[in-house]
């Protein structure tokens, strides 16, 4: 049981460049997340899913692209990278979603755009 | 603007000392998370509190949920270096899940 993957675990990306953020979960969770953490500001919601099929944004979703096709894999795609894109990105999932539930988090992306 | 707030933003300490950190927001929520996080690592929770006024102990570390379901508190007792780390609140009320900025805790031996 590996929990919750992402690679890589760091990127140094050009601005205009595109690039997807890998993330699985092998504890068949219906719930995937991903957050972007920036110095000072905590951990903000990019997309979501609550499902095979489903997702919706969140607080900060421009400038990145989510699917969901199966349970396991949530990836995010970054279209064209600009250097505000700078950020360390986790991906989480849960039974349910929210916060009555255990958000499990991966070990993160640290993500440099030049 | 951060839904909710955390306070203090850093606290450095002595081991063996006390600590209080804070989690407002004007709104209520229907449940709220304590996780913590160690450098390079992602959160890691430590409670969930849902109901108003509950008070949830974790070993040396105190949890509680105001009444109005607006603010909560984390008070660690007797600190220890292991309890360094950034301590993240999170709320929620349907899919979406807001998180604190973070309190960063440093405990001296």
């Known amino acids: 049981n590996a929990g919750v993957t992402q690679t890589p675990k760091f990127q140094v990306l050009k601005t205009g460049q595109s690039m997807t953020l890998q993330c699985a979960q092998d504890m068949n969770h219906e719930y995937m997340s991903w957050y972007r953490q920036d110095p000072g500001m905590g951990l903000r919601l990019i997309h979501y899913s609550v499902g095979a099929g489903i997702t919706d944004q969140g607080e900060v979703p421009n400038g990145y692209n989510v699917s969901r096709s199966t349970t396991e894999d949530f990836p995010l795609r970054l279209l064209s990278a600009a250097p505000s894109q700078t950020s360390v990105y986790f991906c989480a999932s849960s039974y349910l979603a929210g916060a009555r539930d255990t958000q499990y988090f991966g070990p993160g992306t640290r993500l440099t755009v030049l | 603007t951060q839904l909710l707030e955390q306070s203090p933003q850093f606290l450095s300490i002595q081991e063996g000392e006390n600590l209080t950190v804070y989690c407002n927001s004007s709104s209520v929520f229907s449940s709220l998370q304590w996780y913590r996080q160690e450098p390079g690592e992602g959160p890691v929770l430590l409670v969930t509190?849902?109901?108003?006024?509950e008070v949830k102990k974790l070993k040396r570390l105190t949890f509680q949920f105001g009444d109005a379901r607006k603010d909560s508190s984390l008070h660690i007792t007797a600190a220890q270096p292991g309890d360094t780390g950034l301590y993240l609140c999170?709320?929620?009320?349907?899919?979406?899940?807001?998180f604190g900025a973070g309190t960063t805790v440093t405990v001296r031996a």
């Open positions: 509190v849902v109901t108003g006024g």
């Open positions: 999170a709320g929620s009320n349907d899919y979406k899940l807001s």
